[in-house]
């Protein structure tokens, strides 16, 4: 990421569904909802053994500079990368 930007989780809302385990092997797919010049969504849900899910999550984040903590478009490159994704 270019210099001077930090991404920051804005917000998110999680539901948990059923409970893991220690040691037990846990899949996270993620999927890329929205992206826009400054903050982007994503899911994610947490799946046992590929087919019982446990969590899920919608995800906001965003982009800030790092000198003064505003908000900041996200780097051409990575927004091209994403947007090719939807």
């Not at 917000?11 to 826009?36: R, V």
């Given at each position: ?37 400054v903050t982007f969504d994503f899911s994610q849900e947490v799946y046992l053994k590929k087919e019982e ?34």
């Open positions: 990421m270019d210099k001077g930007a930090i991404f920051i989780v804005r917000k998110i809302s999680i539901e948990f569904l059923k409970p893991a385990k220690l040691d037990d092997q846990i899949i996270i797919k993620t999927k890329l909802l929205k992206c826009g010049k899910i446990l969590c899920q999550a919608l995800v906001r984040c965003g982009c800030l500079g790092t000198k003064d903590f505003k908000p900041v478009g996200l780097p051409s490159y990575l927004h091209k990368g994403m947007k090719s994704l939807l």
